[in-house]
């Protein structure tokens, strides 16, 4: 969750949504996200809305759980008689197993006990290697969590120490070792390519090392060098060089070589999971791609209802004093226009596997999908389907063909 708000209308003290927003809900999933914004250290290329310990300002992680299930309580409030229950619960941060598992377990009651979770429901959690053990991992599967993300990132420690990553080569795969033990049968990896100094050979070496511990998920994101982090101003004092769009090239498509060898299968650009297998892909993630609901439940979260997206205040001690005012944390909205949503779906979907529908597009970009068709970036099987869908390639190219495709 990055960082900066955008500007937006007043949320109205009681976070009422427009009637509107509400309309053919039931045929929309609902899910929801969970904000845990601690971290022990904060790493250098990071520019989420994350806090540590000296720049908390007086808020606490003691009593921050319940603060989450006073806004969980006020969700209830706003959607009413929504009849919907519950199909996905993300937890991110941040760490969020810096908390312990019973505060994690309190949050995710709240959803259960306010909405009702679906039977299937998947129910997620992030979390830095050195911040869990055997006993955590067993509180939070019997807590209800389902699914759990380690931030890997390399397998290479010196790689590790240009991210200001604090766990050692290894622990990782120990975590999904001791994840598979606790009942996690749906494990992720989260990768990071492009890092400065780092070569192919360590690419390669995190490639097979996330593949032998045994994940059905694996994330892999090109790094992106925020400004203000201390990564940006270390290359920009020439510390350590910018890896260039070629190399991250090269690296994508190594990933995509290995982890399909290995039996593994992009759905969404930056994220593989187990061929055939529907449940190891993120589900709250493809609820995000495909436009559904979420409620964003903490300082800095984004939500979305409807065509109405909002986002919270930063700090956590200012959303810890609007809940006790009894105030929506809310910061801001936007009220999504059509062509606002038109153009999200292209942006979204066109990431995703199948794509999205032609018929979504306008004149100038069903001109620019016929030629990203002839030109090798869409696939001509699916373009005669009437969806346009990436080639290998296209993924390479995959911002520029969205450009010109929303035109």
Same mark, same amino acid.
């Given at each position: 969750?990055?960082?900066?708000?955008?500007?937006?209308?007043?949320?109205? $003290?009681?976070?009422?949504?427009?009637?509107?927003?509400? =309309?053919?809900?039931?045929?929309?999933?609902?899910?929801?996200?969970?904000?845990?914004?601690?971290?022990?250290?904060?790493?250098?290329?990071?520019?989420?809305?994350?806090?540590?310990?000296?720049?908390?300002?007086?808020?606490?992680?003691?009593?921050?759980?319940?603060?989450?299930?006073?806004?969980?309580?006020?969700?209830?409030?706003? &959607?009413?008689?929504?009849?919907?229950?519950?199909?996905?619960?993300?937890?991110?941060?941040?760490?969020?197993?810096?908390?312990?598992?019973?505060?994690?377990?309190?949050?995710?009651?709240?959803?259960?006990?306010?909405?009702?979770?679906?039977?299937?429901?998947?129910?997620?959690?992030?979390?830095?290697?050195?911040?869990?053990?055997?006993?955590?991992?067993?509180?939070?599967?019997?807590?209800?969590?389902?699914?759990?993300?380690?931030?890997?990132?390399?397998?290479?420690?010196?790689? &590790?120490?240009?991210?200001?990553?604090?766990?050692?080569?290894?622990?990782?795969?120990?975590?999904?070792? &001791?994840?598979?033990?606790?009942?996690?049968?749906?494990?992720?990896?989260?990768?990071?390519?492009?890092?400065?100094?780092?070569?192919?050979?360590?690419?390669?070496?995190?490639?097979? $090392?996330?593949?032998?511990?045994?994940?059905?998920?694996?994330?892999?994101?090109?790094?992106?060098?925020?400004?203000?982090?201390?990564?940006?101003?270390?290359?920009?004092?020439?510390?350590?060089?910018?890896?260039?769009? =070629?190399?991250?090239?090269?690296?994508?498509?190594?990933?995509?070589?290995?982890?399909?060898?290995?039996?593994?299968?992009?759905?969404?650009?930056?994220?593989?999971?187990?061929?055939?297998?529907?449940?190891?892909?993120?589900?709250?993630?493809?609820?995000?791609?495909?436009?559904?609901?979420?409620?964003?439940?903490?300082?800095?979260?984004?939500?979305?209802?409807?065509?109405?997206?909002?986002?919270?205040?930063?700090?956590?001690?200012?959303?810890?004093?609007?809940?006790?005012?009894?105030?929506?944390?809310?910061?801001?909205?936007?009220?999504?226009?059509?062509?606002?949503?038109?153009?999200?779906?292209?942006?979204?979907?066109?990431?995703?596997?199948?794509?999205?529908?032609?018929? &979504?597009? $306008?004149?100038?970009?069903?001109?620019?999908?016929?030629?990203?068709?002839?030109?090798?970036?869409?696939?001509?099987?699916?373009?005669?389907?009437?969806?346009?869908?990436?080639?290998?390639?296209?993924?390479?190219?995959?911002?520029?063909?969205?450009?010109?495709?929303?035109?």
């Amino acid at each position: 969750m990055p960082s900066a708000l955008p500007d937006g209308e007043p949320v109205p $003290a009681d976070g009422a949504l427009p009637a509107a927003a509400l =309309d053919g809900a039931a045929d929309r999933p609902l899910g929801f996200y969970l904000h845990v914004p601690y971290c022990a250290t904060r790493c250098g290329y990071c520019d989420f809305n994350t806090y540590t310990a000296s720049e908390l300002g007086g808020s606490s992680r003691e009593r921050y759980a319940e603060q989450v299930v006073e806004e969980i309580r006020l969700a209830r409030k706003v &959607l009413g008689d929504d009849p919907r229950s519950v199909e996905t619960v993300f937890v991110g941060g941040g760490t969020p197993t810096l908390l312990p598992p019973e505060d994690l377990g309190r949050m995710l009651s709240a959803v259960r006990e306010e909405f009702g979770l679906a039977e299937d429901a998947e129910v997620t959690t992030e979390a830095n290697p050195e911040s869990v053990d055997a006993a955590s991992l067993a509180g939070l599967r019997e807590a209800g969590f389902t699914r759990i993300s380690f931030g890997m990132q390399s397998a290479r420690a010196h790689v &590790l120490r240009v991210l200001d990553r604090t766990h050692t080569p290894g622990r990782p795969e120990e975590c999904v070792a &001791l994840a598979r033990a606790a009942g996690f049968r749906h494990v992720n990896l989260d990768l990071i390519y492009g890092t400065p100094g780092e070569t192919d050979d360590d690419w390669r070496a995190s490639l097979d $090392a996330a593949l032998a511990a045994g994940p059905d998920h694996i994330s892999a994101y090109a790094l992106i060098v925020e400004e203000g982090t201390r990564l940006a101003r270390r290359i920009r004092r020439g510390e350590v060089p910018m890896t260039d769009d =070629d190399v991250h090239a090269d690296r994508y498509l190594s990933a995509e070589e290995r982890l399909s060898a290995a039996g593994m299968e992009w759905y969404e650009v930056s994220n593989w999971a187990t061929r055939g297998e529907a449940a190891a892909r993120c589900r709250h993630n493809e609820l995000y791609w495909t436009g559904a609901d979420w409620w964003g439940a903490g300082p800095g979260a984004h939500s979305h209802v409807g065509g109405v997206r909002w986002w919270n205040v930063k700090h956590p001690a200012a959303y810890a004093r609007a809940l006790a005012e009894g105030r929506s944390p809310g910061a801001g909205r936007e009220l999504l226009t059509p062509e606002d949503r038109r153009v999200e779906r292209i942006l979204l979907e066109l990431r995703l596997r199948q794509g999205c529908p032609l018929p &979504l597009l $306008a004149p100038e970009g069903a001109r620019a999908a016929e030629r990203a068709r002839d030109d090798g970036l869409l696939e001509p099987g699916a373009y005669e389907e009437g969806r346009a869908v990436l080639t290998l390639r296209g993924r390479l190219l995959a911002d520029a063909v969205v450009r010109d495709l929303v035109d």
